[in-house]
């Protein structure tokens, strides 16, 4: 099979190059794509940070946090050319000055015209910083600078607005990367595909012939070493707010033609803007496992979810009255992310005979399966989801997320990106229900560490006479 390989020189800045993003995301998967030889002869990887340092003291931070967070064996002499390609840089994020230093020691490492890919590894509130004095140092009106965010893209309708605007002023909405690690996952890219190549599975799929859909993103971990974010943010924000409402909107979605990034953001956002929740507490349950107020740096008094689960509907004549579950948590049994889409009986079946289901596991099982009646039960092969023969895959070996997505930048391809109108879409949704609970004043119920979360989740699919469906 032929796999991609980059051809052109490109440079690639990684700002926030001392950061744990940096280390436990960014550096392996350039290590990822070194191994599977995706590299041209010729690129140059700058770290980008605050802290004075030696280009070989970055370079060892660089080796060493690829031996601790590459999950795989590590190829030494493969590691050391990697190594030799990464430079370093120390300035501030505010300084204009420093980043016209910065400009001219990326002149002085190449003379050519060629790809900068700028990675912003930095916290949101250093975004603007940045922002502007890249966009203040262009080296001409058409330098191809291609900038690469990564979520959370601000904290609300308003700031999310606030900062496509500011970056706007800087760069067109094409030279800007709204990175999702979901939109990374080879599973995710998936759903289209199937959709799109399989017409009897979209035949299924399709409002009319559709009860309910479930969407659970289930995480063994808690908070880890998060808290100072997470706190602040909640479960909605940090889970529901972009990853599962990218995944909502792929399973519902018209599928576009063309795999062409602009059809696919136009679809996605035709979706995600007709989104309705009905602000009530029927369609709401918040819970917070037992010993999250006892994690370090947790507040005594947090009132923070750490679980979620809500009823959503779409607003669209095809998909009218059809609930959408969604639940998602921290601290449960497991760590399972599945799709459920539960079609419609024939009006003569009896009620106790169970529904066909369309179940597309995510995580950490990448499979389909359709449950089917036969006279005797119901069938129960899966069939794998992923195959081998994807752009991610050499052999067994597939690129972690973010590898898989820096290779999209280098090709210029922006379809498993995320495009300014739809963020504002899922921000608008996230908005009301957060208003919700404010208003309503809920609180979080607690569930204890490793359970399957509250109770009280099963009372938003018994309305309308569902059942959340369990894999085990
Ligand atoms: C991140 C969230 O975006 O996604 C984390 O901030 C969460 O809180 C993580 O744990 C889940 O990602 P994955 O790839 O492990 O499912």
Known sequence: MNIFRIKKPFILTIFGASGDLAKLKIFPALYSLAEQNRFPKNFHIVGYARTEKKRGEFQKEFSDSIKKNYKGKIDEKLLKKLTEHVQYFSGKYDKIADFKKYRTFLAKLTKAKQAHIAYFSVPPFVFKDIISNLGETKTSENEDLRIVLEKPFGEDTKSARDLFHFVARYFHEDCVYLLDHYLGKNAVQSILHLRHSNRFLNLMMKGPEVANIQITAAE????????????????????????????????????????????????????????????????????????????????????TETFAALRLFIDRESWYKVPIYIRTGKKLHEKHNYIVIELKKFGFQPKEEEPNRLIIELQPKEQINIRLLNKYGITEKAKTLTTTESIACVGDYCLPEHALLLLDVVRGRRANFLSFQEIISTWRITDNIINFIKKAKLKPQKYKDGSEGPESQNQLTKMQGFKWFDIH
């Open 220 to 303: 063994e971990v808690g908070v880890t070493n998060r808290v100072g974010y997470f706190d602040t943010v909640g479960t909605i924000k940090d889970m529901v707010q972009s990853h599962l409402l990218q995944i909502l909107a792929f399973v519902t979605m018209s599928i576009p033609i063309t795999e062409n990034a602009d059809a696919i953001h136009r679809e996605k956002q035709n979706i995600l803007s007709a989104l309705k929740f009905i602000p009530s507490e029927k369609n709401i349950v918040i819970g917070q496992y037992e010993s999250y107020k006892k994690e370090k740096d947790v507040p005594k008094d947090s009132k």
